[in-house]
Nanobody, 127 residues
Framework: QVPLEESGGGLVQARGSLRLSCAAPGRAFSNYNMGWLRQAPGKEREFVAG????????SYADSVKGRFTISRDNAKNTVYLQMNSLKPEDTAVYFCAQDSAFRGSRSGIHPSDYTYWGQGTQVTVSS
């Protein structure tokens, strides 16, 4: 198991911002596709944002386009999810995930594209 450690969740008012972080001590992200997914109560886990291993291509769920940004700091071996203009419907547990394939070609939009997961961090947006 690759331990992925998320942080940065919390309670925020609608239209506020949060930045989630994901670190994996001892394992470089730079050659692996990374993603953020979320799961709300009673719902299936869903894709939020993906980052190609090159760092040159990102993808987003339609529901978060223009509001969320995924990025990576190779020096810190950390992946971020900047979330702006948050809405109550963004309330969920957010998971960081990593594809196990070295320089993989999976799309990253399906939960099954990822092998390693963090424990999740709760994001609650109040109206």
């Amino acid at each position: 198991q690759v331990p992925l450690e998320e942080s940065g969740g919390g309670l925020v008012q609608a239209r506020g911002s949060l930045r989630l972080s994901c670190a994996a001590p001892g394992r470089a992200f730079s050659n692996y596709n990374m993603g953020w997914l979320r799961q709300a109560p009673g719902k299936e886990r869903e894709f939020v944002a993906g980052l190609h291993w090159t760092g040159l291509r990102t993808s987003y769920a339609d529901s978060v386009k223009g509001r969320f940004t995924i990025s990576r700091d190779n020096a810190k071996n950390t992946v971020y999810l900047q979330m702006n203009s948050l809405k109550p419907e963004d309330t969920a547990v957010y998971f960081c995930a990593q594809d196990s394939a070295f320089r993989g070609s999976r799309s990253g939009i399906h939960p099954s594209d990822y092998t390693y997961w963090g424990q999740g961090t709760q994001v609650t947006v109040s109206s």
